[in-house]
T-cell receptor
Framework: SQTIHQWPATLVQPVGSPLSLECTVE??????LYWYRQAAGRGLQLLFY??????ISSEVPQNLSASRPQDRQFILSSKKLLLSDSGFYLC?????????????FGSGTRLTVV | SQQGEEDPQALSIQEGENATMNCSYK?????LQWYRQNSGRGLVHLIL?????REKHSGRLRVTLDTSKKSSSLLITASRAADTASYFC?????????????FGGGTRVLVKP
């Protein structure tokens, strides 16, 4: 079964500093991968998704970017963090190949920009 | 943008009572899924209902889907204090660039012992 690893679990970064969050997946190959952000007390907002190496689709224009350098690695980055980038970041993986296979989520990274 | 909108935003019930929450969405879907999130934690997949299904059960969970009204409901029967969590509906649509899961704002459920 698929397992998603996200790190770090928590992160406090100053405004203007760079960001790199990593997500890796085990137990599958060529998965569809997703980055979501959840603001405090709110729902999840899809940021990026990827169907393969080097293929990134962006949902929301902002100062974040994503990359997929390897099949089971998905990275969320920023060159300069803003206060509004604070939130709970979740990586997700589509479990199978069909829309009915469901998704699994990592345990998340709580980012606080100060 | 949010696809699903949950109603109510918050729900407080006594242990043993049923909890019902609703979700509406705007565009066509392949399936609709419900997730649970305990405070500050990741999401746990609860149940998936396909667009050609009308009702699905899993333990104490019952999900309905009305594609003509673009709405779904999640019923938790005989609630327990451990059911306290936020519940999210998410719609899955196949786009040219791949599947995309879009979440609503969630319903915060408090089950009082």
């Amino acid at each position: 079964s698929q397992t998603i690893h996200q790190w770090p679990a928590t992160l406090v970064q100053p405004v203007g500093s760079p960001l790199s969050l990593e997500c890796t997946v085990e137990g599958t190959s060529n998965p569809n991968l997703y980055w979501y952000r959840q603001a405090a007390g709110r729902g999840l907002q899809l940021l990026f998704y990827s169907v393969g190496i080097g293929q990134i689709s962006s949902e929301v224009p902002q100062n974040l970017s994503a990359s997929r350098p390897q099949d089971r690695q998905f990275i969320l980055s920023s060159k300069k963090l803003l206060l509004s980038d604070s939130g709970f970041y979740l990586c997700a993986c589509l479990l199978g190949r069909t829309p009915w296979d469901g998704y699994t989520f990592g345990s998340g990274t709580r980012l606080t920009v100060v | 943008s949010q696809q699903g909108e949950e109603d109510p935003q918050a729900l407080s019930i006594q242990e043993g009572e049923n909890a019902t929450m609703n979700c509406s969405y705007k565009t066509s879907i392949n399936n609709l899924q419900w997730y649970r999130q305990n405070s500050g934690r990741g999401l746990v997949h609860l149940i998936l209902i396909r667009s050609n299904e009308r009702e699905k059960h899993s333990g104490r969970l019952r999900v309905t889907l009305d594609t003509s009204k673009k709405s779904s409901s999640l019923l938790i029967t005989a609630s327990r204090a451990a059911d306290t969590a936020s519940y999210f509906c998410a719609t899955d649509a196949l786009k040219a660039a791949g599947n995309k899961l879009t979440f609503g704002g969630g319903t915060r459920v408090l089950v009082k012992p």
